[in-house]
Protein backbone atom coordinates (compact mmCIF):
# COMPACT_ATOMS: atom_id res chain seq x y z
CA UNK A 1 0.00 0.00 0.00
CA UNK A 2 2.54 2.39 1.18
CA UNK A 3 4.43 1.30 -1.88
CA UNK A 4 2.00 2.27 -4.14
CA UNK A 5 1.43 5.72 -2.56
CA UNK A 6 4.97 6.68 -2.71
CA UNK A 7 5.25 5.46 -6.55
CA UNK A 8 2.52 7.91 -7.54
CA UNK A 9 3.12 10.81 -5.34
CA UNK A 10 7.03 10.82 -6.63
CA UNK A 11 7.30 9.47 -9.89
CA UNK A 12 10.68 11.30 -10.68
CA UNK A 13 12.60 10.66 -7.20
CA UNK A 14 12.57 6.54 -7.54
CA UNK A 15 15.54 6.45 -9.90
CA UNK A 16 17.69 8.52 -8.23
CA UNK A 17 18.51 6.35 -5.30
CA UNK A 18 18.57 3.49 -7.29
CA UNK A 19 22.03 4.47 -8.95
CA UNK A 20 23.89 5.54 -6.43
CA UNK A 21 27.57 7.28 -6.69
CA UNK A 22 29.76 5.82 -9.92
CA UNK A 23 31.46 2.51 -9.61
CA UNK A 24 35.23 3.79 -9.41
CA UNK A 25 37.65 3.37 -12.18
CA UNK A 26 41.42 3.75 -11.41
CA UNK A 27 43.79 2.13 -13.43
CA UNK A 28 45.62 -0.67 -11.07
CA UNK A 29 49.28 -0.83 -9.41
CA UNK A 30 51.54 -2.49 -12.17
CA UNK A 31 53.17 -5.27 -10.15
CA UNK A 32 56.30 -5.49 -12.67
CA UNK A 33 57.71 -7.67 -10.12
CA UNK A 34 55.62 -10.23 -10.74
CA UNK A 35 56.24 -10.67 -14.01
CA UNK A 36 59.80 -10.52 -13.74
CA UNK A 37 59.89 -13.63 -11.09
CA UNK A 38 57.28 -15.48 -13.07
CA UNK A 39 59.36 -15.31 -16.19
CA UNK A 40 62.74 -16.32 -14.17
CA UNK A 41 60.84 -19.03 -12.45
CA UNK A 42 59.40 -20.59 -15.88
CA UNK A 43 63.20 -20.81 -17.36
CA UNK A 44 64.39 -22.07 -14.18
CA UNK A 45 61.40 -24.82 -14.40
CA UNK A 46 62.11 -25.28 -18.33
CA UNK A 47 65.82 -25.37 -17.85
CA UNK A 48 65.76 -28.32 -15.45
CA UNK A 49 63.23 -30.09 -17.64
CA UNK A 50 65.71 -29.92 -20.31
CA UNK A 51 68.56 -31.32 -18.79
CA UNK A 52 66.58 -34.20 -17.54
CA UNK A 53 64.89 -34.70 -21.39
CA UNK A 54 68.92 -34.80 -22.34
CA UNK A 55 70.19 -37.16 -19.62
CA UNK A 56 71.47 -40.60 -20.01
CA UNK A 57 67.96 -41.81 -19.29
CA UNK A 58 65.59 -43.97 -21.14
CA UNK A 59 62.49 -41.83 -20.91
CA UNK A 60 60.40 -44.56 -23.00
CA UNK A 61 60.56 -47.27 -20.42
CA UNK A 62 58.37 -45.12 -17.81
CA UNK A 63 55.42 -45.44 -20.36
CA UNK A 64 55.84 -48.93 -21.12
CA UNK A 65 55.41 -49.99 -17.67
CA UNK A 66 53.44 -47.80 -16.34
CA UNK A 67 50.46 -49.58 -16.49
CA UNK A 68 52.71 -52.96 -16.31
CA UNK A 69 50.74 -55.49 -13.99
CA UNK A 70 52.91 -56.20 -11.51
CA UNK A 71 53.15 -52.05 -10.93
CA UNK A 72 48.90 -51.83 -10.68
CA UNK A 73 49.27 -54.33 -8.24
CA UNK A 74 51.88 -52.24 -6.74
CA UNK A 75 49.63 -49.77 -6.41
CA UNK A 76 47.04 -51.80 -5.33
CA UNK A 77 48.96 -52.98 -2.46
CA UNK A 78 50.42 -49.74 -1.55
CA UNK A 79 47.03 -48.61 -0.61
CA UNK A 80 45.33 -51.38 0.76
CA UNK A 81 48.02 -51.06 3.02
CA UNK A 82 48.32 -46.80 3.45
CA UNK A 83 44.27 -47.48 4.52
CA UNK A 84 44.53 -50.83 7.04
CA UNK A 85 47.58 -49.41 8.88
CA UNK A 86 46.10 -45.82 9.22
CA UNK A 87 43.36 -47.44 10.47
CA UNK A 88 44.89 -49.31 12.84
CA UNK A 89 47.00 -46.00 13.69
CA UNK A 90 43.11 -43.78 14.05
CA UNK A 91 41.94 -46.27 15.92
CA UNK A 92 45.04 -47.14 18.44
CA UNK A 93 45.62 -43.33 18.42
CA UNK A 94 42.20 -41.84 19.55
CA UNK A 95 42.37 -44.91 22.12
CA UNK A 96 46.00 -43.82 23.05
CA UNK A 97 44.84 -39.63 23.44
CA UNK A 98 42.12 -41.10 25.65
CA UNK A 99 44.06 -43.43 27.78
CA UNK A 100 46.78 -40.40 28.07
CA UNK A 101 44.27 -37.86 29.39
CA UNK A 102 42.68 -40.60 32.03
CA UNK A 103 42.48 -40.15 35.66
CA UNK A 104 43.68 -43.86 36.26
CA UNK A 105 47.44 -43.28 36.73
CA UNK A 106 48.27 -46.74 35.48
CA UNK A 107 46.19 -46.32 32.31
CA UNK A 108 47.77 -43.15 31.63
CA UNK A 109 51.29 -44.03 32.40
CA UNK A 110 50.65 -47.00 29.80
CA UNK A 111 49.85 -44.55 27.23
CA UNK A 112 52.69 -42.18 28.06
CA UNK A 113 55.20 -45.50 27.76
CA UNK A 114 53.83 -46.85 24.34
CA UNK A 115 54.16 -43.13 22.59
CA UNK A 116 57.60 -42.98 23.98
CA UNK A 117 58.78 -46.59 22.51
CA UNK A 118 57.10 -45.96 19.12
CA UNK A 119 57.87 -42.10 18.57
CA UNK A 120 61.34 -43.03 19.89
CA UNK A 121 62.46 -45.59 17.53
CA UNK A 122 62.73 -45.67 13.95
CA UNK A 123 59.86 -47.28 11.93
CA UNK A 124 62.35 -48.94 9.87
CA UNK A 125 63.55 -50.58 13.38
CA UNK A 126 60.75 -51.59 14.12
CA UNK A 127 60.07 -53.05 11.03
CA UNK A 128 63.03 -55.27 11.18
CA UNK A 129 61.97 -56.52 14.74
CA UNK A 130 58.60 -57.43 13.79
CA UNK A 131 59.94 -59.64 11.02
CA UNK A 132 62.24 -61.14 13.12
CA UNK A 133 60.18 -61.57 16.31
CA UNK A 134 60.01 -65.22 15.59
CA UNK A 135 63.85 -65.15 17.32
CA UNK A 136 61.80 -64.26 20.45
CA UNK A 137 58.84 -66.45 20.31
CA UNK A 138 58.93 -69.92 18.42
CA UNK A 139 54.88 -70.59 18.76
CA UNK A 140 51.67 -68.65 18.37
CA UNK A 141 49.65 -70.29 20.93
CA UNK A 142 46.06 -69.03 21.62
CA UNK A 143 44.46 -72.13 23.38
CA UNK A 144 42.47 -73.89 21.51
CA UNK A 145 41.86 -71.15 18.46
CA UNK A 146 44.92 -70.92 16.82
CA UNK A 147 48.36 -72.26 17.01
CA UNK A 148 51.29 -72.04 14.48
CA UNK A 149 54.47 -71.88 14.03
CA UNK A 150 55.45 -67.56 14.46
CA UNK A 151 57.26 -67.42 10.82
CA UNK A 152 54.24 -68.67 9.15
CA UNK A 153 51.95 -66.63 11.25
CA UNK A 154 53.71 -63.36 10.57
CA UNK A 155 53.07 -63.15 7.01
CA UNK A 156 54.38 -60.12 5.24
CA UNK A 157 51.06 -58.16 5.39
CA UNK A 158 50.90 -58.74 9.10
CA UNK A 159 54.40 -57.48 9.64
CA UNK A 160 54.06 -54.55 7.68
CA UNK A 161 50.64 -54.03 9.31
CA UNK A 162 51.87 -54.03 12.65
CA UNK A 163 55.20 -51.95 12.15
CA UNK A 164 53.19 -49.13 10.60
CA UNK A 165 50.36 -49.59 12.17
CA UNK A 166 51.36 -49.33 15.50
CA UNK A 167 53.95 -46.74 14.84
CA UNK A 168 51.49 -44.38 13.43
CA UNK A 169 48.91 -44.80 16.69
CA UNK A 170 52.01 -43.13 18.40
CA UNK A 171 52.11 -40.23 16.41
CA UNK A 172 48.06 -40.50 15.74
CA UNK A 173 48.10 -40.30 19.71
CA UNK A 174 49.36 -37.05 19.90
CA UNK A 175 47.20 -35.26 17.09
CA UNK A 176 44.23 -36.85 19.07
CA UNK A 177 45.05 -35.58 22.27
CA UNK A 178 45.42 -31.70 20.66
CA UNK A 179 41.97 -32.17 19.09
CA UNK A 180 40.41 -33.76 22.33
CA UNK A 181 41.77 -30.46 24.29
CA UNK A 182 40.50 -28.11 21.95
CA UNK A 183 37.10 -28.90 22.58
CA UNK A 184 35.91 -26.74 25.70
CA UNK A 185 34.67 -28.23 28.63
CA UNK A 186 31.72 -26.72 29.18
CA UNK A 187 30.77 -29.46 26.46
CA UNK A 188 31.60 -31.64 28.64
CA UNK A 189 29.67 -30.23 31.54
CA UNK A 190 26.29 -30.22 29.64
CA UNK A 191 26.82 -33.90 28.25
CA UNK A 192 26.85 -35.06 31.52
CA UNK A 193 24.44 -32.07 33.00
CA UNK A 194 22.19 -34.02 30.46
CA UNK A 195 22.80 -37.42 32.27
CA UNK A 196 24.78 -38.82 29.62
CA UNK A 197 28.20 -41.05 30.10
CA UNK A 198 31.80 -40.32 29.82
CA UNK A 199 32.00 -43.28 26.68
CA UNK A 200 28.98 -41.35 25.32
CA UNK A 201 30.11 -37.74 26.05
CA UNK A 202 33.40 -38.87 24.07
CA UNK A 203 31.71 -40.38 21.24
CA UNK A 204 28.96 -37.79 20.30
CA UNK A 205 30.14 -34.60 21.80
CA UNK A 206 34.02 -34.52 22.20
CA UNK A 207 35.22 -36.46 19.15
CA UNK A 208 33.02 -35.52 16.31
CA UNK A 209 33.83 -31.49 17.49
CA UNK A 210 37.71 -32.75 17.75
CA UNK A 211 38.17 -34.24 13.93
CA UNK A 212 37.88 -29.99 13.02
CA UNK A 213 41.60 -30.11 14.77
CA UNK A 214 42.37 -33.80 14.21
CA UNK A 215 41.65 -34.08 10.38
CA UNK A 216 44.01 -31.76 8.76
CA UNK A 217 46.88 -33.04 10.14
CA UNK A 218 45.64 -36.26 9.66
CA UNK A 219 45.35 -35.90 6.50
CA UNK A 220 49.36 -35.22 6.56
CA UNK A 221 49.43 -38.55 8.18
CA UNK A 222 48.19 -40.32 5.68
CA UNK A 223 50.42 -38.68 3.17
CA UNK A 224 53.38 -39.75 4.56
CA UNK A 225 52.53 -43.26 5.18
CA UNK A 226 51.63 -43.37 1.29
CA UNK A 227 55.24 -42.92 1.06
CA UNK A 228 56.53 -44.51 4.32
CA UNK A 229 54.59 -47.92 3.08
CA UNK A 230 58.16 -47.81 0.91
CA UNK A 231 59.73 -49.03 3.83
CA UNK A 232 58.25 -52.66 3.59
CA UNK A 233 59.80 -53.83 0.89
CA UNK A 234 62.55 -55.15 3.82
CA UNK A 235 60.35 -57.49 5.53
CA UNK A 236 59.10 -59.46 1.79
CA UNK A 237 55.55 -57.33 1.06
CA UNK A 238 55.50 -56.19 -2.60
CA UNK A 239 53.99 -53.45 -2.65
CA UNK A 240 54.50 -50.11 -5.39
CA UNK A 241 58.60 -49.56 -4.63
CA UNK A 242 59.00 -53.08 -4.45
CA UNK A 243 57.33 -54.15 -7.50
CA UNK A 244 58.95 -50.80 -9.80
CA UNK A 245 62.62 -51.84 -7.88
CA UNK A 246 61.83 -55.60 -9.49
CA UNK A 247 61.16 -54.48 -12.51
CA UNK A 248 63.90 -52.15 -12.95
CA UNK A 249 66.89 -54.66 -12.25
CA UNK A 250 65.13 -57.53 -14.80
CA UNK A 251 64.38 -54.70 -17.52
CA UNK A 252 67.66 -52.76 -17.22
CA UNK A 253 65.69 -49.88 -16.92
CA UNK A 254 66.42 -49.18 -12.74
CA UNK A 255 66.53 -45.42 -12.15
CA UNK A 256 63.19 -45.16 -15.02
CA UNK A 257 61.44 -47.79 -12.66
CA UNK A 258 62.21 -45.14 -9.58
CA UNK A 259 60.73 -42.25 -11.44
CA UNK A 260 58.04 -44.33 -12.56
CA UNK A 261 57.38 -44.99 -9.15
CA UNK A 262 57.57 -41.02 -7.92
CA UNK A 263 55.17 -40.14 -10.47
CA UNK A 264 52.44 -42.79 -9.09
CA UNK A 265 52.96 -42.01 -5.90
CA UNK A 266 52.08 -37.91 -6.76
CA UNK A 267 49.40 -39.02 -8.61
CA UNK A 268 48.10 -40.83 -5.21
CA UNK A 269 49.37 -38.39 -2.82
CA UNK A 270 47.31 -35.63 -5.31
CA UNK A 271 43.87 -37.86 -5.11
CA UNK A 272 43.97 -38.14 -1.08
CA UNK A 273 44.60 -34.50 -0.97
CA UNK A 274 41.20 -33.73 -2.56
CA UNK A 275 39.50 -36.37 -0.65
CA UNK A 276 41.15 -34.48 2.66
CA UNK A 277 39.08 -31.14 1.32
CA UNK A 278 36.09 -32.74 1.60
CA UNK A 279 36.57 -34.54 4.88
CA UNK A 280 37.63 -31.16 6.17
CA UNK A 281 34.52 -29.85 5.02
CA UNK A 282 32.19 -32.21 6.20
CA UNK A 283 33.57 -31.62 9.98
CA UNK A 284 33.26 -27.68 9.14
CA UNK A 285 29.75 -28.03 9.92
CA UNK A 286 28.23 -25.41 12.11
CA UNK A 287 31.68 -24.21 13.31
CA UNK A 288 31.01 -21.68 10.64
CA UNK A 289 28.12 -19.72 8.76
CA UNK A 290 28.99 -20.78 5.52
CA UNK A 291 30.65 -23.47 3.60
CA UNK A 292 33.39 -22.66 1.52
CA UNK A 293 32.25 -23.71 -1.85
CA UNK A 294 33.44 -26.96 -3.56
CA UNK A 295 35.80 -27.03 -6.38
CA UNK A 296 32.76 -28.11 -8.44
CA UNK A 297 30.49 -25.72 -6.84
CA UNK A 298 33.34 -23.17 -7.89
CA UNK A 299 33.90 -23.68 -11.14
CA UNK A 300 29.79 -23.54 -11.55
CA UNK A 301 29.71 -20.26 -10.12
CA UNK A 302 32.32 -19.43 -12.38
CA UNK A 303 30.29 -20.53 -15.58
CA UNK A 304 27.44 -18.26 -13.48
CA UNK A 305 29.20 -15.34 -13.39
CA UNK A 306 30.35 -15.04 -16.90
CA UNK A 307 27.11 -16.04 -18.46
CA UNK A 308 25.47 -13.71 -16.55
CA UNK A 309 26.08 -9.98 -18.34
CA UNK A 310 25.46 -11.92 -21.20
CA UNK A 311 21.33 -12.28 -20.02
CA UNK A 312 21.45 -8.66 -18.77
CA UNK A 313 22.12 -6.90 -22.36
CA UNK A 314 20.28 -9.72 -24.23
CA UNK B 1 6.84 -32.66 52.09
CA UNK B 2 10.07 -33.37 51.45
CA UNK B 3 12.59 -30.72 50.41
CA UNK B 4 13.12 -30.59 46.90
CA UNK B 5 17.25 -29.35 47.56
CA UNK B 6 18.35 -29.27 50.97
CA UNK B 7 22.03 -28.03 52.33
CA UNK B 8 23.35 -28.38 55.49
CA UNK B 9 26.44 -27.22 56.27
CA UNK B 10 27.73 -27.19 52.65
CA UNK B 11 31.52 -26.91 52.40
CA UNK B 12 33.61 -26.37 48.91
CA UNK B 13 37.29 -26.05 48.91
CA UNK B 14 39.32 -25.78 45.48
CA UNK B 15 42.50 -26.83 47.31
CA UNK B 16 43.33 -24.37 49.86
CA UNK B 17 40.84 -21.96 48.60
CA UNK B 18 37.66 -22.22 50.55
CA UNK B 19 34.68 -20.90 47.98
CA UNK B 20 31.66 -22.78 50.02
CA UNK B 21 31.97 -21.98 53.87
CA UNK B 22 28.59 -23.59 55.34
CA UNK B 23 25.63 -23.26 53.56
CA UNK B 24 22.43 -24.10 54.77
CA UNK B 25 19.20 -23.93 52.66
CA UNK B 26 16.11 -25.46 51.86
CA UNK B 27 14.21 -25.21 48.34
CA UNK B 28 10.45 -26.53 48.07
CA UNK B 29 9.31 -27.96 45.41
CA UNK B 30 7.45 -25.98 42.67
CA UNK B 31 9.41 -23.01 44.26
CA UNK B 32 11.76 -20.61 42.21
CA UNK B 33 15.00 -19.99 44.14
CA UNK B 34 17.09 -17.02 43.50
CA UNK B 35 20.83 -16.86 44.68
CA UNK B 36 22.08 -13.20 44.14
CA UNK B 37 25.40 -11.84 45.50
CA UNK B 38 28.83 -10.73 43.87
CA UNK B 39 30.85 -12.61 41.39
CA UNK B 40 33.34 -15.12 43.56
CA UNK B 41 30.90 -15.51 46.42
CA UNK B 42 30.22 -18.97 45.88
CA UNK B 43 26.88 -19.03 44.16
CA UNK B 44 27.93 -20.49 40.80
CA UNK B 45 29.63 -23.30 42.96
CA UNK B 46 26.94 -24.13 45.33
CA UNK B 47 24.76 -24.14 41.71
CA UNK B 48 27.07 -26.84 40.45
CA UNK B 49 27.52 -28.74 43.50
CA UNK B 50 23.47 -29.65 43.31
CA UNK B 51 24.31 -32.04 40.22
CA UNK B 52 27.55 -33.02 41.40
CA UNK B 53 29.81 -30.95 38.45
CA UNK B 54 31.40 -29.90 42.07
CA UNK B 55 32.03 -32.37 44.62
CA UNK B 56 31.10 -30.63 48.29
CA UNK B 57 34.20 -31.09 50.55
CA UNK B 58 31.99 -31.43 53.93
CA UNK B 59 28.15 -31.44 55.38
CA UNK B 60 25.37 -32.50 53.28
CA UNK B 61 23.37 -31.68 50.20
CA UNK B 62 20.56 -34.01 49.23
CA UNK B 63 17.73 -33.62 46.17
CA UNK B 64 14.57 -35.47 46.41
CA UNK B 65 15.48 -36.80 49.89
CA UNK B 66 18.44 -38.27 48.49
CA UNK B 67 22.44 -37.84 48.87
CA UNK B 68 23.84 -35.90 45.82
CA UNK B 69 27.04 -38.05 44.72
CA UNK B 70 26.79 -40.61 47.85
CA UNK B 71 25.50 -43.62 48.89
CA UNK B 72 24.30 -44.17 52.96
CA UNK B 73 24.55 -47.30 54.24
CA UNK B 74 24.66 -46.89 58.32
CA UNK B 75 26.76 -44.15 59.06
CA UNK B 76 29.03 -44.87 56.71
CA UNK B 77 28.93 -42.97 52.91
CA UNK B 78 29.63 -44.77 49.23
CA UNK B 79 30.44 -42.83 46.38
CA UNK B 80 28.38 -43.14 43.78
CA UNK B 81 29.46 -44.79 40.23
CA UNK B 82 29.51 -42.37 37.64
CA UNK B 83 27.21 -44.49 35.75
CA UNK B 84 25.11 -43.83 39.17
CA UNK B 85 25.58 -40.38 39.20
CA UNK B 86 24.48 -39.71 35.09
CA UNK B 87 21.48 -41.51 36.14
CA UNK B 88 20.70 -38.74 38.96
CA UNK B 89 21.54 -36.08 36.86
CA UNK B 90 19.13 -36.87 34.24
CA UNK B 91 16.50 -35.52 36.71
CA UNK B 92 18.24 -32.27 36.64
CA UNK B 93 17.99 -30.06 34.20
CA UNK B 94 20.92 -27.04 33.69
CA UNK B 95 21.29 -24.05 31.54
CA UNK B 96 24.65 -22.42 31.20
CA UNK B 97 25.62 -18.71 31.43
CA UNK B 98 27.71 -19.55 28.08
CA UNK B 99 25.04 -22.07 26.64
CA UNK B 100 27.47 -24.70 25.92
CA UNK B 101 25.04 -25.49 23.03
CA UNK B 102 26.48 -28.63 21.12
CA UNK B 103 27.77 -26.29 17.96
CA UNK B 104 27.97 -29.65 15.63
CA UNK B 105 24.20 -30.40 15.63
CA UNK B 106 21.38 -28.30 14.60
CA UNK B 107 18.74 -26.61 17.17
CA UNK B 108 16.46 -29.53 17.54
CA UNK B 109 19.42 -32.07 17.12
CA UNK B 110 20.42 -30.60 20.25
CA UNK B 111 17.14 -30.97 21.95
CA UNK B 112 16.73 -34.37 20.73
CA UNK B 113 20.64 -35.45 21.81
CA UNK B 114 19.66 -36.61 25.52
CA UNK B 115 16.38 -38.63 25.52
CA UNK B 116 18.04 -40.48 22.59
CA UNK B 117 21.05 -41.24 23.31
CA UNK B 118 20.32 -41.29 27.15
CA UNK B 119 16.66 -42.12 27.40
CA UNK B 120 17.28 -44.49 24.13
CA UNK B 121 13.86 -43.18 23.17
CA UNK B 122 12.61 -43.57 19.52
CA UNK B 123 13.95 -40.67 17.30
CA UNK B 124 10.71 -40.12 15.99
CA UNK B 125 9.31 -39.42 19.89
CA UNK B 126 12.14 -37.54 20.79
CA UNK B 127 11.34 -35.04 17.70
CA UNK B 128 7.95 -34.52 18.18
CA UNK B 129 8.91 -33.49 21.70
CA UNK B 130 12.07 -30.89 20.83
CA UNK B 131 9.24 -29.58 18.13
CA UNK B 132 6.86 -28.84 20.71
CA UNK B 133 10.04 -27.45 23.07
CA UNK B 134 11.03 -25.09 20.60
CA UNK B 135 7.65 -24.11 19.79
CA UNK B 136 7.24 -23.40 23.56
CA UNK B 137 10.50 -21.49 23.86
CA UNK B 138 9.17 -19.66 20.63
CA UNK B 139 11.92 -20.68 18.09
CA UNK B 140 10.15 -23.23 15.98
CA UNK B 141 11.15 -21.63 12.90
CA UNK B 142 14.62 -21.99 13.95
CA UNK B 143 14.90 -26.07 14.94
CA UNK B 144 17.43 -26.62 11.26
CA UNK B 145 19.77 -23.92 12.56
CA UNK B 146 22.98 -24.38 13.34
CA UNK B 147 23.71 -22.47 17.05
CA UNK B 148 26.24 -20.34 15.22
CA UNK B 149 23.44 -19.34 12.88
CA UNK B 150 21.79 -18.29 15.88
CA UNK B 151 21.74 -14.96 18.54
CA UNK B 152 23.05 -15.57 21.78
CA UNK B 153 19.26 -15.23 23.19
CA UNK B 154 18.54 -17.87 20.72
CA UNK B 155 20.85 -20.02 21.83
CA UNK B 156 19.92 -19.76 25.36
CA UNK B 157 16.10 -20.70 24.55
CA UNK B 158 17.45 -23.91 23.14
CA UNK B 159 19.69 -24.78 25.76
CA UNK B 160 16.52 -24.28 28.13
CA UNK B 161 14.29 -26.32 25.39
CA UNK B 162 17.59 -29.02 25.72
CA UNK B 163 17.06 -29.11 29.49
CA UNK B 164 13.87 -29.57 29.58
CA UNK B 165 13.95 -32.49 27.19
CA UNK B 166 14.48 -34.63 30.24
CA UNK B 167 11.59 -33.65 31.53
CA UNK B 168 13.41 -32.81 34.48
CA UNK B 169 11.87 -32.32 38.26
CA UNK B 170 14.63 -29.27 38.82
CA UNK B 171 16.20 -26.48 36.81
CA UNK B 172 19.36 -25.10 37.50
CA UNK B 173 20.12 -21.46 35.96
CA UNK B 174 23.64 -20.87 36.38
CA UNK B 175 23.62 -16.53 35.44
CA UNK B 176 20.80 -17.62 31.78
CA UNK B 177 20.95 -14.29 31.03
CA UNK B 178 24.57 -12.74 32.04
CA UNK B 179 25.84 -13.22 28.23
CA UNK B 180 23.29 -11.55 26.56
CA UNK B 181 22.95 -8.50 25.05
CA UNK B 182 20.15 -6.68 27.15
CA UNK B 183 17.97 -6.38 24.52
CA UNK B 184 17.67 -10.45 24.11
CA UNK B 185 17.63 -10.91 27.64
CA UNK B 186 14.00 -9.75 27.77
CA UNK B 187 12.84 -13.22 25.73
CA UNK B 188 15.04 -15.67 27.88
CA UNK B 189 13.38 -14.66 31.04
CA UNK B 190 9.64 -14.68 29.39
CA UNK B 191 10.54 -18.52 28.87
CA UNK B 192 11.27 -18.65 32.43
CA UNK B 193 8.47 -17.30 33.52
CA UNK B 194 6.55 -19.26 31.87
CA UNK B 195 8.32 -22.33 33.16
CA UNK B 196 7.85 -21.11 36.84
CA UNK B 197 4.02 -20.55 35.99
CA UNK B 198 3.60 -24.15 34.95
CA UNK B 199 5.17 -25.23 38.55
CA UNK B 200 8.72 -26.13 38.03
CA UNK B 201 11.17 -26.05 40.68
CA UNK B 202 13.90 -23.93 39.64
CA UNK B 203 17.03 -22.22 41.30
CA UNK B 204 17.96 -19.50 39.40
CA UNK B 205 21.55 -17.68 40.03
CA UNK B 206 20.97 -14.49 38.87
CA UNK B 207 21.62 -10.57 38.58
CA UNK B 208 18.15 -9.78 37.30
CA UNK B 209 16.59 -8.25 40.11
CA UNK B 210 13.72 -7.73 38.62
CA UNK B 211 12.96 -11.22 37.77
CA UNK B 212 14.07 -12.45 40.98
CA UNK B 213 11.25 -9.90 42.87
CA UNK B 214 8.73 -10.96 40.48
CA UNK B 215 9.08 -14.40 39.95
CA UNK B 216 10.40 -15.68 42.35
CA UNK B 217 9.54 -17.28 46.32
CA UNK B 218 12.67 -17.12 48.30
CA UNK B 219 15.68 -15.14 47.69
CA UNK B 220 19.42 -15.44 49.29
CA UNK B 221 22.09 -13.16 49.41
CA UNK B 222 25.25 -14.70 49.56
CA UNK B 223 28.94 -13.38 50.00
CA UNK B 224 32.09 -14.88 50.99
CA UNK B 225 30.99 -18.32 50.50
CA UNK B 226 27.86 -17.84 53.27
CA UNK B 227 24.33 -16.97 53.28
CA UNK B 228 24.09 -13.35 54.00
CA UNK B 229 20.51 -12.81 53.92
CA UNK B 230 17.42 -14.72 52.81
CA UNK B 231 13.70 -14.42 52.57
CA UNK B 232 10.56 -13.28 50.24
CA UNK B 233 12.41 -11.56 47.40
CA UNK B 234 10.25 -8.25 47.67
CA UNK B 235 11.24 -8.11 51.27
CA UNK B 236 14.83 -8.54 50.40
CA UNK B 237 15.02 -6.69 47.68
CA UNK B 238 13.43 -3.18 48.90
CA UNK B 239 14.52 -3.50 52.75
CA UNK B 240 17.77 -4.96 53.04
CA UNK B 241 18.75 -6.08 56.71
CA UNK B 242 21.99 -6.68 57.32
CA UNK B 243 24.65 -4.25 56.02
CA UNK B 244 26.38 -5.95 53.22
CA UNK B 245 23.16 -6.69 51.45
CA UNK B 246 22.65 -3.02 51.71
CA UNK B 247 25.89 -2.37 50.02
CA UNK B 248 25.59 -4.69 47.45
CA UNK B 249 21.65 -3.90 46.06
CA UNK B 250 22.64 -0.23 46.23
CA UNK B 251 25.18 -0.84 43.62
CA UNK B 252 23.57 -3.57 41.34
CA UNK B 253 19.76 -1.47 41.68
Known sequence: MTADVNKTDEPDEAPTPAAGPEAIKAIPVRHYGRYVSAVIAVALLASIIYAFSQGKINWDAVPEYFFDDRIINGVGQTLLLTVLSMAIGVVGGITLAVMRLSKNPVVSSIAWGYIWFFRGTPVLVQLIVWFNLGLVFEYINLGPI????WS?????????????????????????????????EGQTEASHALGMSHTKTLRRIVIPQAMRVIVPPTGNEVINMLKTTSLVSVVQFYELFRQAQDIGQTSGAPVEMYFLAAAWYLILTSVLSI???YLERYYARGSSRNLPPTPLQKIKSGVFSLRRPKGVTA | MTAMVKAEGVHKSFGAVEVLKGIDLEVAPREVFCLIGPSGSGKSTFLRC??????????????????????????????LKDSEVALKRRDIGM?????????????????????VQVRGEAKAVARARAERLLDRVGLADKAGNYPSQLSGGQQQRVAIARALAMEPKLMLFDEPTSALDPELVGDVLDVMRGLAEDGMTMIVVTHEMGFAREVGDSLVFMDGGVVVESGNPRDVLTNPQHDRTKAFLSKVL
Open chain 2, 95 to 115: VFQRFNLFPHMTAIENVMEAP
Open chain 2, 50 to 79: INHLDKISAGRLSVDGELVGYRQKGDKLYE
Open chain 1, 146 to 149: YKDY
Open chain 1, 275 to 277: GQY
Open chain 1, 152 to 184: SFMTPLLTALLGLGLNEAAYMAEICRAGLLSVD
